[in-house]
């Protein structure tokens, strides 16, 4: 029987404190080895092109679209359980005005940033059954919710070394140089690709913070993909319909893909589990309109996006912004590949 054990907190970010599971003082700062396992559904996803998504392989890139779907809002086209984001134009963060900002060390400064190049991202969170099948080991807490749900407990490192999986299988250079294994993996950005190149790696990888925040508007300017937020703490309709937070999930992971997608045809981007993207942290990202960002190094961790089963519903606006760096059973992640 598993116990949990409160351990010092790693993550930093929007209501910071350690909470037994089940109370009302959730949020997605929390770091142990995991709540009590229940046992969820292993239904599979509604949607049959997520359901076994395979890693890529070795076929052409990008893959050739279905001729009988016609492009999604924005021109974005989903295939193979991945989705095509067009280069754009959007505004970063949330204005002064959002209900529940800056609750947090990081701050959610609204600025311009504009994306130049077309990449593709994941249409569905990492499952466990993709991650066994290609590192051969599943360190997920909620291992009893089946190779549908989200992997979880895993560290940044764990996630970039899975996306040069892909790329090796595909035939594509590495954007990452790792060492070790499973939880000792040690990974950082390919010498080629540091100081802001991490748009010209051929290979897959962790989406930059703005390409993440970018596809998870999907279009839009409100604070969820699906509409204006009501509520910080209780539940919120306009979430509901779009992820799972502390007091709608149950306490526990879910299928990818049962809740609604956003506009692009991306699937839990809010809830379920907080998502590592590629940037160091930094604390406030700052007014001054970027152009394909990505930050230097710096020594707060990684930035993760998204909320999770465990946050309150405020922690699942399009602009919050954690800082980690280690695993928790709220942390998994999607991959991202620049296109040609």
Known sequence: MRVLALLPLLLIGCGSRSALLGSQSSGDSVTSDG???TNPD???PDR???SDMAPPDGRPHPLPPDPNQPPLPGGARCWNGWCVIQPGTFQMGSPP???CRNWSYTLETQHQVTLTRTYELAATEVSQGQFEAAMGHNPSWFDECGKHCPVERIRWHEAVAYCNKLSQKAGL??????TGSQQSTQCTTHVQYEHGKIYDCPGYRLPTEAEWEYAYRAGTSTAYY???NTSCTKTDPKADIIGWYDLTSGGKTHPSAKKKPNAWGLYDMAGNVLEWTHDPCHQDLGAKAAVDPSPGASATGRVLKGGSWFSFVRLLRGAY???GDTHSYITGF???RTLP
């Open 334 to 336: 999607r991959c991202a």
């Open 173 to 178: 250079e590495s954007c990452y140089s790792c």
């Open 226 to 228: 699906s509409g204006d």
């Open 48 to 50: 049959a092109f997520v």
């Open 35 to 37: 709540p009590p396992v």
């Open 97 to 99: 005005w959002e209900p």
């Open 321 to 323: 912004r954690n800082c």
């Open 42 to 44: 292993d239904a599979g």
